[in-house]
Each structure stands twice: as structure tokens, then as C-alpha cells.
């Protein structure tokens, strides 16, 4: 199975910054079918970008995915207080179906 | 709106079985199917499988293979999953979510809300 690898486990920032969340494959993601999650306490994962970069409807553009192959990047321009949740990536190219550990993005 | 609602939580004891709802509205639920995924206590997401509401193929991850069944009800718009032989460790809240049509190759862009499912002695 595919394994994503996230980093950091934790990024500490603040409101107005910009961040950028990482997502490593151990091997190539199939036609990039990367999938971001934002998550937030007692809530169910809520998808942000599929596609790598193709945002979902309803997701300001402050968030942007980018990346192929192995290499995936979740970026947030500037950050929000609401920003602040936990991010999985997901790869659905190839079965099973697989999701990074997560970033925990908290306020500094 | 498009939605899923999920059935209440439940205790089990281990060894017994437990059956997970998830209803869907707002679009044609044959057009899609719906994908299992489940979460420990303070852990990450874990993907358990995948039904077609057109056709009702399934995918099932190695993990559980054997103790899950995924169903669905079109006449109702219900996708079910039932979980056998339940231990300490299925201890989760199990999320339905929809997924693609005609393969477990596709993005979740809509979740139920959750259901708990506890298995204690």
C-alpha cells in the first residue's frame, strides 16, 4: 500500500501568516489522485483540494494544492483564526485507499 | 442540501456485531457510491471500503476483510456497514462518505457527521 508521510507532525503560526503543509508518497500517486482534509475538533473531515490542486466547491482561495508524483503541497496564503485545524492528505489512485498522520496547525 | 445522516452511537460487547447507517439526500444516490472510513480515539482516518450505489461492487481494505459487509438500499437512499466478530480496538467513530460511482478511485466530497461505536466488556 501507499504510504503518505506529512510534515510537520505540528506548525505553530499565526493569524495573517502563510503555511505550507507537506505530503510525501512512498510511491508515485496514481493521475495525482491527492486529496486534502481539513479537520476540526468533534467534526468530520471536510475536503478542501482533490486532484492535487483542483479546489472543492465552497473553499476560499486562500487554499491551493500543488505537487505530482510523490511530492504534494498544501499551501495556505494567509491564515485565518478557522484555519486552525488538523490537514490529512489522501491518495485514491491506488487501493487501499490511504491517508497521511496529519499536521496539526495551531495558533502560536 | 446534499447530506448523509449517520445512525446514533452504539456499545457493544466484543465479539458482537454492529450495523452503521448512513442515509443520503439532496442528489441521485445511485450516481455515486459511499466509502467507510473510521478514526480511534485521538488517531488518524482509516479507510475500511467502498460500495457503488449503482452496482453495489465493493472494495474492502485487507484490514478488515472477513469481519465487514457494506450494503445499500436504493429504494431508501441507505448504505449500510455492518462490522463482525467486534473487538476493544474497532473502538471509533466510523464516517460514511461519498465517493465515486463505479470505483473506490475517487475523492470523498460529502461525510456523515460520525457515529461512535464503542465495544467494551
Known amino acids: 500500500e501507499i504510504v503518505l508521510t506529512q510534515s510537520p507532525g505540528t506548525l505553530s503560526l499565526s493569524p495573517g501568516e502563510r503555511a505550507a503543509l507537506s505530503c510525501r508518497a512512498s510511491?508515485?500517486?496514481?493521475?495525482?489522485?491527492l486529496a486534502w482534509y481539513q479537520q476540526k475538533p468533534g467534526q468530520a473531515p471536510r475536503l478542501l483540494i482533490y486532484g492535487a490542486s483542483s479546489r472543492a466547491t465552497g473553499i476560499p482561495d486562500r487554499f491551493s494544492g500543488s505537487g505530482s508524483g510523490r511530492d504534494f503541497t498544501l499551501t495556505i496564503s494567509r491564515l485565518e483564526p478557522e484555519d486552525f485545524a488538523v490537514y490529512y492528505c489522501q491518495q485514491y489512485g491506488t487501493s487501499p485507499i490511504t491517508f497521511g498522520q496529519g499536521t496539526r496547525l495551531e495558533i502560536k | 442540501q446534499v447530506q448523509l445522516v449517520q445512525s446514533g452511537a452504539e456499545v457493544k460487547k466484543p465479539g458482537a456485531s454492529v450495523k452503521v447507517s448512513c442515509k443520503a439526500s439532496?442528489?441521485?444516490?445511485?450516481?455515486?457510491?459511499i466509502s467507510w472510513v473510521r478514526q480511534a480515539p485521538g488517531q488518524g482516518l482509516e479507510w475500511m471500503g467502498w460500495i457503488s450505489a449503482y452496482n453495489d461492487n465493493t472494495n474492502y481494505a485487507q484490514k478488515v476483510l472477513g469481519r465487514v459487509s457494506m450494503t445499500t438500499d436504493t429504494s431508501t437512499s441507505t448504505a449500510y456497514m455492518e462490522l463482525r466478530s467486534l473487538r476493544s480496538d474497532d473502538t471509533a467513530v466510523y464516517y460514511c462518505?461519498?465517493?465515486?460511482?463505479?470505483?473506490?478511485?475517487?475523492?470523498?466530497?460529502?461525510w456523515g457527521k460520525g457515529t461512535t461505536v464503542t465495544v467494551s466488556s
Open positions: 510511491q508515485s500517486v496514481t493521475s495525482s489522485y
Open positions: 462518505a461519498r465517493g465515486g460511482k463505479l470505483g473506490s478511485s475517487y475523492y470523498m466530497d460529502v
Open positions: 439532496g442528489y441521485t444516490f445511485s450516481s455515486y457510491g
